[in-house]
């Protein structure tokens, strides 16, 4: 199982489809997943040179939360420019040293499309923000390239492997196990008539946010969610 998946949002282009492959398969990584993408054919891309296996094998995901739910900790990449970011930012030279904090699991890396990047809601979704540090006049990184760098500044880690260690089993949270948290913290929030100025999905993406800093277990989450079911059930 990969300690690394590739995730690319509603890309366009095949044959950057196919590039994000290959520069995958250059350091190592093959979980590629890509949500929605827009042409029918971008499985055949030519651009995916010795990385063909990796494009018939990519996951196709309809939205960002199935291509997220076996994920521990995610990263939206965007370059910053006219974006209001609530998470943390991780600049791309410290990626590893950040990754060394988290508990053991998969983690995803999500890259937009190629005309606008993600949107804020998909930035939302995430756990913190990647971002690739560049010249101020020309903020913004081709898709590919994006990618190639990430997957290059991963493969620096010491001791990086592809593979996880076998029959070795992640204690943190899956990304849907932390959703099932939050379904059930907002169904009591709505029962007990908890009233504040968030909406119902401010009020889950400060859930995540909370729960990317505290970094709590498996168990430790699951105690939480049994509790706001317990609670939840006692109210009308």
């Known amino acids: 199982m990969s300690d690394f998946c590739i995730v690319l949002v509603r890309p366009r282009d095949p044959n950057n489809i196919g590039a994000c492959a290959r520069a995958m398969g250059n350091f190592g990584l093959s979980d590629l997943r890509v949500v929605d993408p827009y042409p029918p054919v971008w499985r055949e891309a030519v651009s995916a ?3 063909a296996d990796i494009l018939q094998n990519a996951r196709k995901c309809a939205d960002l939360d199935e291509a997220l739910a076996d994920v521990h900790f995610s990263l939206a990449s965007t370059a910053l420019k006219n974006r209001e970011i609530k998470q943390e930012i991780i600049p791309l030279p410290q990626l590893n040293e950040r990754l060394e904090q988290n508990p053991a699991g ?4 999500v890259f937009g499309n190629e ?6 809601a998909d930035i939302e979704r995430c756990d913190a923000v990647l971002n690739i540090p ?6 913004s990184i081709n898709l590919a390239q ?6 290059y ?5 010491p001791g990086f492997t592809a593979l996880r260690r076998l029959g070795e089993e992640p204690d943190a949270p899956t990304d849907a196990q932390k959703e099932l948290f939050i379904a059930s913290a907002d169904v009591l929030f709505e029962k007990a008539e908890f009233k504040t100025d968030f909406s119902s999905s401010q009020r889950k993406a400060l859930l995540r946010r909370m729960l990317t800093r505290q970094g709590l277990a498996r168990e430790q989450l699951f105690f939480l969610k049994k509790l706001a079911d317990k609670l939840a059930s006692k109210l009308p």
């Open 115 to 120: 005309k606008s990047g993600l949107s804020g």
């Open 49 to 51: 040179v010795g990385a």
């Open 134 to 139: 560049t010249a101020t006049k020309q903020p």
């Open 106 to 109: 998969r983690t995803a890396l």
């Open 146 to 151: 994006a990618v190639i760098l990430t997957c």
């Open 153 to 157: 500044e991963l493969s620096r880690r």
